[in-house]
């Protein structure tokens, strides 16, 4: 790596074509600096394309009537399933269930697979990096049974030190949201499972940024949502194994999700229908299904080369500005700090009229901002869609808000 | 304090963005800050995306003088403005105000996104509220 004004230097879209040609698919970006794409991910074109086909040319539901295009979008549906069980690694399509996002399918998992199984001071085990929504649906389950919640730091030794006959479920996130940190989920699964605990894994942040094989990985539940790898907003995707979810109660009941009903009762359809009653987000599973095509025809070695240099590059800016405390793991594309005497949100307010998309706050995870000491922090987030410029652009607005604050 | 008119005429100069955030940021500093047993949940203003305090105090002639506080300069800049104009005001005098109008006077609501935020309608809300 250059360092010192050779850095400043770097041409790295001159080094990098294919970054250039990836950032030119995504529309948003003609006018905009943006660098929050851990909130969201910008969608490329195409990803608009199918939804905008959908709705324009092939409205229709899935796996009710029976006219053309109903049937063409029943297919779709399925074999979108079956791309992201690709994606992930799954063993069958089966155990892929569409849901609303991460926050739905933890929430799933809690009521449907946890409620009924946790007896009084039953143990749940949760990281202290969790996103609320990897918290709350612990915290909910734990009061309505009576279980605890154990409190863990992520580091796999102090997990052996947890772990005990009563550890039913461990939860646990892949990429932390607010310093990039990525827990050895190889080691953790081990020891889970050496204490016939169940490994509940948040993929919504590091399902972007490493390829994930939830078979070899041996994780029982896996949770991500669409809108953070380029795809729609309201689409997530519950992997479970098998023979959990076979043996979990339904989540909610209404058209589609059963076999066969009467005012006497009703007996619920196979997997993975039984968890999906009603109408899908068929636009978005449609768009979902462009963008994992779409994602496949880049080399994502070279766009995470890319990716990684573009963050070296805007942490050796960042490090020249005075006060500045980083809390993010080295070469995270996630990028959290504070300025001392500085509140986020004077940052925020003055980022934004400058038009520079970032976040600031809590991030949600406030028990972690707990711990890091903080009231918050500003974050910027790196996708290769972003570009020396973006850096530049920012550095440049951020260095004008610390002036006018200071 | 500064009197509402010394406001205005602050406000009423033609100045780019950056040079209106200064002026709130300067502004800030007309209100003390705090002690930390003032910064209690009764004092606190819900709704804003940093921590905010108001306490009002009502005089013997039935006016209010407002003092508050806020984690966040510009949000307290803003702050400074609304209880400038509030101040010394009867409840009834501080219901009829219209903040909305005022601040678009002052060229704080068009030019200044921050303005759009909601937080700034829980302020006002609850300085209403006396």
Not at chain 1, 159 to 186: E, Y
């Amino acid at each position: 790596m250059v360092i010192g004004m050779g850095l400043l230097d770097l041409n790295l879209h001159n080094k990098h074509p294919l970054a250039e040609i990836f950032r030119a698919d995504f529309p948003a970006l003609d006018n905009n600096v943006y660098l929050d794409s851990a909130a969201t991910a910008l969608k490329p074109q195409t990803m608009i394309n199918a939804t905008v086909e959908y709705y324009a040319h092939h409205t229709a539901t899935a796996q009710r009537s029976l006219h053309q295009d109903a049937l063409k979008v029943t297919a779709a549906v399925d074999e979108a399933r079956q791309s992201v069980a690709d994606f992930i690694h799954s063993q069958s399509s089966h155990e892929i269930i569409w849901t609303r996002g991460t926050t739905e399918s933890i929430n799933i998992i809690a009521q449907s697979y946890a409620r009924p199984l946790l007896q009084v001071n039953d143990e749940i085990i949760v990281s202290e990096l969790e996103h609320h929504s990897n918290l709350l649906p612990w915290l909910i389950v734990a009061k309505q049974t009576g279980a605890k919640l154990i409190k863990w730091s992520a580091e796999v030794n102090e997990l052996s030190s947890l772990l005990s006959s009563k550890t039913k479920i461990v939860a646990i996130t892949q990429m932390s949201n607010v310093t990039g940190f990525c827990p050895d989920l190889a080691k953790i699964s081990q020891l889970v499972h050496q204490y016939n605990a169940i490994l509940v894994v948040d993929g919504a942040q590091g399902v972007v940024h490493q390829p994930i094989d939830v078979t070899t990985l041996n994780i029982d539940f896996y949770a991500f949502s669409a809108h953070k790898l380029y795809g729609p907003t309201g689409l997530g995707v519950l992997y479970g194994k098998q023979h959990l979810l076979e043996q979990m109660d339904v989540w909610q009941g209404g058209g589609k999700m059963l076999k066969n009903a009467s005012f006497l009762g009703f007996e619920v359809e196979e997997l993975p229908y039984k968890f999906e009653a009603g109408t899908q987000n068929i636009a978005g599973i449609l768009g979902f299904q462009a963008t994992l095509s779409w994602l496949k025809k880049w080399d994502e070695a070279q766009l995470d080369c890319y990716l990684k240099q573009l963050v070296t590059y805007a942490e050796s800016k960042l490090a020249q500005l005075k006060h500045i405390q980083f809390f993010q793991v080295k070469n995270s594309p996630i990028i959290s700090f504070t300025i001392e005497n500085i509140h986020h949100n004077d940052i925020a307010i003055l980022l934004s009229e400058q038009n520079i998309a970032i976040r600031t706050g809590e991030l949600c995870a406030k028990p972690l901002m707990d711990k890091l000491g903080c009231h918050g922090v500003i974050r910027i987030s790196l996708m290769p869609y972003n570009n020396q410029q973006d850096i530049d652009s920012f550095i440049s607005a951020l260095q004008n808000a610390i002036e006018l604050l200071t | 304090m500064l009197s509402q008119q010394t406001l205005f005429e602050l406000f009423s100069k033609q100045y780019n963005w950056q040079d209106r955030y200064r002026q709130l940021i300067a502004l800030a500093k007309q209100l003390p800050d705090f002690a930390d047993e003032k910064k209690i949940e009764a004092n606190q203003v819900y709704g804003c995306e940093n921590r905010v305090w108001l306490t009002a105090n009502k005089q013997s002639d039935n006016t209010f003088i407002f003092q508050g506080d806020s984690e966040g300069r510009i949000v307290k800049g803003l702050l400074t403005v609304l209880i400038i104009i509030a101040n010394n005001k009867t409840a009834e005098q501080i219901k009829a105000l219209d903040f909305h109008a005022i601040l678009k006077q002052l060229k704080i609501t068009d030019e200044l996104s921050q303005s759009r935020l909601q937080g700034l309608d829980k302020l006002i809300e609850r300085i209403k509220s006396q």
